[in-house]
């Protein structure tokens, strides 16, 4: 079953993905069943405190607007002032192990359709801006959405499942072109010691006499080439990366030609605004969500703050929440 | 969490997957701690054949260090134990909603690798003053002491990285038990550093993911030994499967119990195993080598003592750093006779590698020790100098 997105007509089935693709994404080594099982206590918590938070909504509108190129993913742009905001409620994760998160109560939601594409704005308290990858103990603050992609009405909130995959769309601090890591500049060992307890840069002009394409992020200093991980990239086109995931453990990165998302994250005054934009052109085989008009379909978003060691399933994250699309 | 055996605690443990107990090759070695002498080959062979990249650069695969008081990153072991409550495994002692006890290295602690080198420990000894060695008693207690540790990924049966990795991007491969981060799947969470008790996983600064020791498989695939073992000018590593009883890992490890673990406390059953310093307090070594039982320090170190008795035993150390071939078995030949004992050694397919002589013919010269103006052969066997003609093989030691 090949499934395409069309956007000019209505879908009676929200949610076409194409299960081709989602096929070749590489289930996790170890057998599924040797993960430690998610706490029936701990599904309940999440649900519980998510419908029962005061003040917070359970429905992002989603209207239309128009702008302007340069606008776009511009956090700040007055468009934004007249899409209704939610007041999504986060809770820790305490599905699966590592537990974590619950540093960040609320994230403030906006949902546009903007030209061809859909656009969300997403507003956090954090006091730390944390973009620092380098050094051991630093972690990234981040912000993800997550959407489901199979017909079923009941996805997996943790992850999806093999028969209800997700889409998740997270936008990472330090991949920001601007991310001030060390010096105002992407790190480079040649001139940064990653050491914050010695002054002396001791790995200074360390690499004179690698070969040159041992020192690239392609090259990756000797033991692996060749592969594919957005990661290891010294600079990203976009700070948001296109994922899917069928269970936990398995999110992937979809493959270059389908990393079309484009992002921005302001950070001031304490706050993280952060802008999603995803162009939706119709593209063979991509797995990703309609957003057909007159329809509804669920999300669900997770924030990562860096400065409390959060990452992977260590995150505040809300229950699915309905996006109703005008 | 699933029950597992763990062979070296001898008892029933947690773990979080099901793990095979047993592997048809498992990936294992034996270091003599008493032949190191921290000239660091071993590490640079490493270093310059995988580790020599951007972002690359704190990352020690191979280490050796001084204990008591060195390790790299600085302090790990004793971090790490101060943290464990006594009788438990680290995945035992694992905090709510984690799955395994540790803790992530600050960037200062992977500085300075070699501190506290050749630093001992024991009473201070003044100025124009020497230390006394009582061979009287005992050599497991020199007053004051160090020794080498050399340190690689333990390719552990129970790896914690992998307990740990919410990515399962970490694997240990069936046909020999190595251990390996999926370059392709990490996204550099940095769990793996946590958990790994002997934080020999490394976050890679410039990519980053985390790498670590990946056991030289490419050299294992074509039967040979890693780099570090193959570059030991000292002949103080032997590489083998331990599940093979004709192995001379199997026959040290399991038959003459002369080589063990390091920390198994921590519970992740780890795959290098150290033949102890024989002039190193007991207790210190116990809790390093024995789980705190003392017993098994004493025979591992009377064993290798009394190795020039023992021809099996000094048979295979005659085979450390012969070969940079995987040594599967061996056989004794003239075993009746002293003189002209060999051992002969095989492949993992069964050919021949070579022969050598168990008690190689060594020429000895009486002298005199020139600092302390001693010539009298007595005097000089008190002091454990001996130069005694029947027992040539004394330089094993």
Redesign the interface.
Known sequence: MTGMIRLKEPIPTLLLFSCVWLMVI?A????DS?Q?PPTSAGKSRVKEAATKSPGSANTIEMKTASCSGNDLLDPMCRFWSTAPAATIALQPQ?IV????GGSINTVLVKGLRLGSGVAFRLEWKDETKDND?????K?RDAVAIEFPLGTTSDTVLAMGSPHGPVNIWQWKADWEQDAPVMNDKP????VDS?????SQS??KR??VD?PKE??T?Q??????SG???L??Q?SHHSPVEDLVAVG??S??SKPERFQTIKGRGVWRDGRWHVVIYKPLVEKKDEACPGFAPKSTINAAVAVWNGSKQE???MKSLSNWVTLRIH | ??RVWNEQLKRWTTY???LPDHYDFQWSAVFNINRCIACQTCTMACKS??????????MWWNNVSTKPYGDHPRGFDAKLLSMLPKGKTIFEAAP????VLGY?????E??YPNAFEDSPCGPHIGAGQYQEIDVSKSKTQDKQWFFYLQRICNHCKKPAC?A?C????I?KRKEDGIVLI??????????C?MACPYKKTF???????S?KC?GCYPRIEQGETTRCIAACIGKIRLLGNIEDEKSPIHYLVHKAKVALPLYPQFGTEPQIYYIPPRWVNTKFLAMMFGNYDESKIKHAVKTYMNARHDIELLAVLQLFGTTQQIIGSYEIIDRGNPKEAKVRAFDLKGQELFVVSIYPKVEVHLTKDEQLNITDAKQLASLDIRRDANTPWRNQY
């Open positions: 590489k996790p080594p170890s057998a040797a430690p305490n192990t590592p537990y974590g990858t380098v050094h051991q103990t972690f790190y480079d060992s040649d990653p050491s914050i307890g010695s001791v790995y360390l690499h690698t041992a020192n992020a090259g990756r200093g000797g033991p692996v592969i594919y991980n990661f290891p010294s936990i453990s999110v992937t990452r992977n399933g | 969490m699933s979080p997957y099901d054949t995988w580790t020599f990249g951007k972002g690359q650069e704190h709510e909603g984690e799955r992530i290295p600050d960037d200062i992977y500085d992998l740990a919410p990515r399962k991007a694997y999926d370059q392709e799947r990490c996204r550099g969470y940095k769990k550093i976050y890679n600064t410039f990519t980053k993911t790498q990946i």
